[in-house]
């Protein structure tokens, strides 16, 4: 795809020079800008508010230096984020990631991809994001907790329950979130719903472990029953054995797969017999160990080393893949591979998983596409749900919290397909296309909210 409008492409252009060194960011508003075409031309009363302008560039941008001291004594520092993209219907929502990788492009990315995937949950939170280039591997539990209050001592003068509510994503776990919360409530002398993915005593929700995974797996499930098919008997492949991957292989599961892949950062494991995600669950969750140990539990396993991250996985036959590890994950080669092995639907757990050249294969030869602002929602739904616990001093059962989640992923995808069909947007193979559907049910949302309340000088 490009993009087709001439003031889109003015748009683009612009934000290109002003930020040059900054791709993923700006593939993550090409991709969305790709879409607009048709909005722009019903809608000229978008382009005459500067509504693309606006929406394009943060409401603000924080950085700042983190100094903490590790067990040697020695002082350390970090540069800490925060961008607060957009609030026009709602606080600004988004996680906080820990990771060497980390730089401002790839906090713009996240945090302009969650204006749209807050958008579409139909709750009412705006887009942000932010972290630390810290990495907590090998970090004692002490040194994580030093660098989280030396994190949250600065990011408290930025957030609060209406104005900005951060949450967990790679990096950044419980045990993360309760240092930095216990921090925050010390500093403001407040027991407030500040961050979301919270321990259950602490006003966390239920069901909040297991939401984007599970998320994904229900939007998939919307995804394929469109088309005529399910996950009955089907073979998945996951990458990643994070908290999305190890909760979508479980749910997957639950609704007749098999799921005989998954990877870490070091290779990937294949199980033709189905992988057993409570045993990813005690390798990755209780002893933080390498998939590589899943051999000790399951002898017919194979491992496969691949420093390359998740490359080698796609090479596995599959008729279901869910990308749930990193940004760019799938590029073309792999995306081939994956329609030469037979794979007929492809929904994203992680962000931005898939290259343009990627997606650009999908969507000709007619794989299924469920991309990542729609298909992965429901991590940030359900801590939009946590909020509404938190305010109201009230918790729900774990049954009624998923019940929840799964009606906000259908919602999600029966609103990407009405704004497809309103526009009459399909896929070169002729299918729904979910992407730009996704991006314009999302978009439109936040435009309209944005036109109402006006130019804020």
């Known amino acids: ?163 900005d509510v951060p949450a967990g994503d790679i990096g950044t776990g419980a045990r993360e979130i309760g240092f930095m919360f216990g921090q925050y409530k010390r500093l403001r002398n407040e027991f407030t719903g500040v961050l979301t993915g919270k321990a259950i005593p602490a006003g966390g929700s239920l069901a909040r472990t297991e939401a984007t995974g599970f998320g994904l797996c229900y939007y998939t499930k919307e995804m394929l029953e469109h088309d005529g098919k399910s996950f009955q008997g089907k073979r998945v492949v996951i990458s990643g054995s994070g908290n999305v991957a190890i909760y979508a292989c479980q749910k997957a599961t639950e609704f007749g797969a098999k ?38 539990y399951v002898k017919d396993a194979k491992y496969y080393e691949d420093k390359n991250g998740s490359k080698g996985i796609w090479t596995v036959p599959c008729d279901i893949a869910l990308p749930c590890a990193t940004q760019n994950e799938i590029n073309e080669e792999s995306a081939n591979a994956l329609l030469k092995n037979g794979c007929i639907a492809v929904a994203e757990g ?62 999600i995808y029966n609103n990407s397909v009405d704004a497809a069909n309103r526009y009459n947007l399909k896929t070169p193979a002729g299918k729904i296309d979910l992407m730009a559907g996704a991006n314009i049910a999302g978009f439109e949302k936040v435009a309209n909210a944005m036109l109402w309340q006006g130019v804020a000088y």
């Open 259 to 296: 799921v005989i892949a998954m990877s870490d950062s070091n290779g990937y494991i294949v199980d033709e017999n189905g992988i057993d995600y409570k045993t990813i669950q005690v390798i990755k969750e209780q002893k933080r160990d390498r998939i590589k140990t899943y051999l000790n």
């Open 1 to 163: 795809m490009a993009i087709k409008n001439a003031y889109l492409q003015s748009v683009f252009d612009g934000l290109k020079a002003r930020n040059p060194n900054e791709p993923e960011f700006l593939q993550a508003v090409e991709e969305v800008l790709e879409t607009l075409t048709p909005v722009i031309e019903a809608r000229p009363e978008i382009q005459n508010a500067g509504i693309i302008e606006r929406i394009v560039e943060p409401e603000r941008t924080i950085m700042f230096r983190v100094s903490w001291v590790d067990d040697n004594g020695k002082v350390q520092v970090n540069r800490g984020y925060r961008v607060q993209f957009n609030s026009a219907i709602g606080p600004y929502k988004g996680g906080i990631r820990l990771h060497p990788s980390v730089n401002l492009s790839i906090l713009k990315f996240l945090g302009f991809e969650q204006i749209f995937k807050n958008s579409l949950t139909t709750l009412p939170i705006g887009g942000g994001k932010g972290g630390s280039d810290f990495d907590p591997k090998g970090k004692s539990d002490n040194e994580i907790m030093r660098f989280c209050q030396s994190f949250m001592t600065e990011l408290t003068k930025h957030v609060g329950p209406d104005t």
């Open 350 to 411: 992680a962000n931005m998983p898939s290259t343009p050249e990627a997606i650009a294969v999908y969507q000709k030869n007619g794989i299924l596409y469920g991309p990542a602002k729609a298909a992965n929602a429901g991590g940030v739904a359900t801590s939009a749900l946590e909020m509404c616990q938190n305010s109201m001093r009230y918790s729900w059962s774990f049954e009624e919290v998923d019940e929840k989640l799964h009606n906000i992923m259908i919602a």
